[in-house]
């Protein structure tokens, strides 16, 4: 299995921090963004690994060059002006494959998330090893939490492993999710496009899988969660 790592964003909520350094480099604990999640795809065994990117996307480069210091294979796919993320999809399919994806959030914290359980989702057989119809599997599988303080009415309802884009209880996307590449087919190469556009029609032809994560994880959005995350432990509880 390959991983997409979105990179590509401007981070505007984060300025003026964003302005000198790409929001995935920023720091939580001694360690970037970006690396927290390249060190657990790795640990997963999922070491090739594509990364996006447009503003900013030369420190990128620099930081992480090839993976070779993580034990991983990072290639890159920049954007001159940043596609959203199933425009970044749709220009990266010629690196991600035929084969299902997981495609991660450059922006957010979850230091515990084990991604050897993402390999196994979107099996094509059933449990007699009888092929799924095209018009029954999932097309993808998303990772939901909590609904944080600033998201409370979350995106979408889960009732079992399926999502719905009505209903309750509901939980907000992670920013965590594997894909089929055929999800992507109706976005051209270059072309702007958001995730949860497509989400929510697969969501409505019940082909939108899915299930709760209920370890530790941060929508880093703003400079006052980061700075929340970088303050001194007091719990005795650690985040790493």
Excluded at 33 to 38: D, F, G, K, R
Excluded at 72 to 92: F, M
Aim: glycine share 10%.
């Amino acid at each position: 299995m390959k991983a997409m790592i979105f990179a590509a964003g401007r981070g505007e909520r984060m300025r003026p921090l964003t302005d000198t350094c790409p929001k995935p480099l920023l720091k939580v604990r001694g360690r970037p963004l970006i690396v927290w999640h390249i060190l657990n795809l790795v640990r997963a065994g999922i070491t090739k690994i594509v990364i996006n990117h447009a503003h900013l996307g030369h420190m990128l480069e620099e930081a992480l060059g090839d993976g070779a210091q993580f034990g991983a294979q990072i290639v890159y796919s920049p954007e001159g002006t940043a596609l959203e993320t199933a425009g970044g999809i749709a220009k990266a399919r010629h690196l991600l494959g035929e084969e299902p994806f997981v495609a991660i959030a450059g922006d957010i914290y979850c230091p515990h998330f084990d991604f050897e359980q993402v390999k196994n989702t979107l099996e094509d057989k059933d449990m007699w090893g009888n092929p799924y119809p095209a018009n029954e599997r999932d097309i993808a599988w998303l990772y939901l939490v909590n609904n944080p303080p600033q998201h409370p009415e979350g995106d979408f309802a889960v009732n079992v492993f399926s999502l719905a884009n009505e209903g309750s209880p509901r939980f907000t996307f992670s920013g965590i999710g594997v894909y089929r590449p055929e999800m992507f087919n109706s976005v051209a190469p270059g072309e702007a496009a958001k995730l949860v556009t497509l989400m929510r029609e697969y969501a409505a032809r019940g082909q939108l899988g899915g299930e709760v994560y209920r370890g530790d994880w941060v929508d880093v959005g703003t400079p006052e969660r980061l700075a929340e995350l970088n303050a001194p432990l007091t719990s005795g509880k650690s985040t790493q």
